[in-house]
């Protein structure tokens, strides 16, 4: 018997520190790349070794990438023989997972939860907490309704909720639509998504914006990723499909049925695999039956990600949508509002072309809604990563939660912003 408590324990314990040392000795690196020649070099050797792309490294700006323990030596040494330059950013992404943990254990230990003035703002919530604040909302107040639209690889209903002071039945109302959490490990994206349900059900200061405006927000748009990320792996990006033998999961902002495989892998171990066909996945469906319900009326979309402090419209691949300048201009002001909200720290937004300015993507959610559900203003947000040594990229993803507030706050500025003017301004 004793014995045996014995050998549970141990099991216990070696999954817990299989768990924990999941990312030991990875390193991620600022690779700068100075011509069009090196960039190249730098391309194949990404798909070589798969590494994980946190940004791409352009003649313009440094990339951040991730490498696995292994892969370190001919990272290095492929990247000397090159002539490209690299640096070392996080010695050792483990130790940078678990300084994540303690601070979001503390964060919890001190944060308000849920009560009736909303959900706090300042620490994470889990996919089943997040689903009983919105079943408390709709529970509460007229104004929400909880809607389920499909189920999940691992049968977890993917949850939304619509706010509205006419029940969604005035049809002379804009719709916004703020979805987060398409990629699993962007975890920032969830407080700010949050902090939008709580300003407009729980503490309103803006009325206008409940009377004049319906409102669609999808906090976890991914939930079997986002479970696998905050449980057992912090990296992971796509859903958790099984969609072959080797390797697991889908990337949702490939899978939509818009230029469907031009700047995506068809690796199905890529971050950036995008699925069997396109729509495959449940969640793509999801999202897309979404826009197709509401289709005439949604005039803004946005997708919250991260990271790099940008307001992206498209199009994936490089082309324009016919009102970039007016998407261009709306997202000067947003980044104006967001950049002169709290000048303390890293506010040095910038707008532009998605593969302009981040990298070429096709499939994704935010051409889908422009080009086939005819949304006239769709932008991704990459939020800031408030890195500390002054550069906004510095660790990524992996964001301290004491900045959690300012991004919810700073980021609904420009959201009134942009939600006000598409009301007044019919497209
Ligand atoms: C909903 O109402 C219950 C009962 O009054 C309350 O305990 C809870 O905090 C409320 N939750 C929200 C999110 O409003
Ligand atoms: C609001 O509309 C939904 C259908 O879209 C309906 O199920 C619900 O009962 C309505 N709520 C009210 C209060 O009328
Ligand atoms: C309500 O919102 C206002 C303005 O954003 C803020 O100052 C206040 O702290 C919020 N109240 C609660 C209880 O969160
Ligand atoms: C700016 O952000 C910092 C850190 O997040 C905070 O301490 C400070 O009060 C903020 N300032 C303003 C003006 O919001």
Redesign the pocket.
Known sequence: MALCRIVFVLVLFGLVSAKLKQYDGFTLYEVVVENTEQEMVFNKLESELNLDVWSRATPEQSGRILVSKSEKTEFENELSTAGIKHTIVVENMEELIELERKQLSEADEMSAGINM??IAIDTMHTYDQVNSFLEQLANNYTSVNLLSQGTTFEGRPINYIRISSSNFTDYNKPVVFIQSLIQAREWISLPVALHAI??LVT?I?DSDLVNTIDWIILPIANPDGYHYSSTISRLWTKNRRAVGSECVGVNINRNFDINFGAHSSSNICSDNYHGPDTESEIETRSIRDILILHQGRIKLFLNLQSFGSHILYGFGTGGLPGNALILNFLGVQMTSIINAFNSSKDNDYTVGNIAAVVAAESGNVMDYATLVRNVPYSYTIKLPSYGNSGSVSDNGYIVDPSYFTQAA?ETWEAIKYCARFVRDNPF
Request: glycine residues 14%; charged residues 30%.
């Open positions: 003035y909303g709580n300003k503490n200061t706050e």
